[in-house]
């Protein structure tokens, strides 16, 4: 297995998250609806009110992943928690422990920052990484379901008055 190393994404790394998200659409069969530009991506990641943090893996100095993730928090615990919104490995860097390196060094920032919760979604169609997940000890949360406005819907209800 080749040495992984991970460090704290910079705003030169923009293309490069841009494009493994791209690559990551097309597999999850989703690439139209990728509408961020690099531009998006430095402002929202590393301009001066940036809430969004983005790691990048390196072999040799080359990138084979990235992770992007925000802190939340849960009430219940009064503590931050960890949501990772994109964890990818190109295909050809797959199957050497990549992924697991890097959900591991990102558990362990949580554990080190007094987090309680370390949290993720996952397609139900993507039977690898559901595999893969529930290997870590991981586990499925189907009591909630997820909802989500956007698009033209968000925009209708938010020029909807209240009553």
């Given amino acids: 297995m080749s040495e992984l190393t991970i460090r704290a994404a910079e705003p030169a790394d923009a293309e490069q998250i841009l494009g493994?998200?791209?690559?990551?659409?097309?597999?999850?069969?989703?690439?139209?609806e990728v509408v961020a530009t690099v531009e998006d991506i430095r402002e929202r990641l590393f301009g001066a009110d940036a809430s969004v943090y983005a790691l990048m893996a390196e072999v040799a100095g080359e990138p084979v992943g990235f992770a992007v993730?925000?802190?939340n928090?849960?009430?219940w615990l009064g503590r931050h928690g960890i949501f990772l919104e994109d964890l990818y490995i190109?295909?050809?860097?797959?199957?050497?422990?990549?992924a697991t390196t890097l959900l591991r060094y990102l558990a362990q920032m949580a554990?080190?920052?007094?987090y309680g919760r370390f949290e993720w979604n996952v397609l139900d169609w993507n039977a690898p990484a559901i595999g893969f997940?529930?290997?870590?000890?991981?586990?499925?949360?189907s009591e909630w379901i997820g909802y989500r406005l956007e698009g033209e819907a968000l925009v209708a209800f938010a020029a909807t008055p209240n009553r």
Avoid: C, D, M
């Fill in 69 to 71: 993730y925000f802190l």
């Fill in 73 to 75: 928090f849960s009430t």
């Fill in 90 to 98: 190109t295909p050809s860097a797959r199957g050497q422990g990549h």
């Fill in 111 to 114: 554990v080190e920052q007094g």
């Fill in 133 to 141: 997940y529930e290997s870590l000890g991981a586990t499925p949360q």
């Fill in 20 to 32: 493994f998200i791209t690559e990551l659409a097309i597999y999850e069969k989703a690439e139209h």
